[in-house]
């Protein structure tokens, strides 16, 4: 089976950096992913990782370590757009996603 | 546009109805899911297929849960005998076998009275 944790709120002030953590277990492992979800809309592809490492795209990185079965999503020079929450999600033989980090951004 | 689209955005019905859900994947991708996802919950799995086939359905997901992709292109997702623990967003996501990334279509969000 996977299981998949992640915090359940964080919040951080605008122009700040945050770093939201991601553990799993998982039986196979193809990835990890991390998707932005607004309320109320679909969510959105934001990085991913297939080996361990840094992945760096913008405002936002993604770490990964399988053998520590972790990774974390971190964004810089926050912005209250930002405000959201944030979904690990590991592909095995399928997509499963975490309960979500609702991250809000205070001025 | 070619994102993927999903039909009704809203269904309100009463419990005990039958309801069904259309997704429109992008049109080169060959693997479809569905989601169910409730407010403050991440995305729960339900089921997948590659192509027309199904290849996994969550053992979470009762008898009254179908879904089919008869050609290999768009699916429907029906619920029988709705029941007010239904009320959730379903969510409909499409990616190409070897890149792995979902796209996710708007959802369809059911409300069971």
């Known amino acids: 089976g996977q299981n998949i944790d992640q915090p359940t709120e964080m919040t951080a002030t605008e122009g700040a950096i945050v770093q939201i953590n991601c553990t799993y277990q998982?039986?196979?492992?193809?990835?990890l992913f991390w998707y932005q979800q607004h309320a109320g809309e679909a969510p959105t592809f934001l990085s991913y990782n297939v080996l361990d490492g840094l992945e760096e795209k913008g405002r936002f990185s993604s770490f990964l370590s399988r053998s520590k079965g972790y990774s974390y999503l971190l964004l810089k020079e926050l912005q209250m757009k930002d405000s959201a929450s944030y979904l690990c999600?590991?592909?095995?033989?399928?997509?499963?996603f975490g309960p979500g980090t609702r991250l809000s951004v205070l001025p | 546009d070619t994102g993927v689209s999903q039909d009704p955005r809203h269904k309100i019905t009463k419990r005990g109805q039958n309801v069904t859900f259309r997704c429109d994947p992008i049109s080169e991708h060959n693997r479809l899911y569905w989601y169910r996802q409730t407010l403050g919950q991440g995305p729960e799995f339900l089921t997948y297929f590659q192509n027309e086939a199904q290849l996994e359905k969550s053992r979470l997901l009762s008898d009254r849960f179908s879904a089919e992709r008869p050609k290999g292109s768009f699916s429907t997702l029906e619920i029988q005998r709705t029941e007010q623990g239904d009320s959730a967003m379903y969510l409909c996501?499409?990616?190409?076998?070897?890149?792995?990334?979902?796209?996710f279509g708007e959802g369809s969000r059911l409300t069971v009275l």
């Open positions: 996501a499409s990616s190409h076998k070897n890149t792995g990334e979902l796209f």
């Open positions: 999600a590991v592909k095995g033989q399928n997509f499963v």
């Open positions: 998982t039986s196979g492992f193809n990835g």
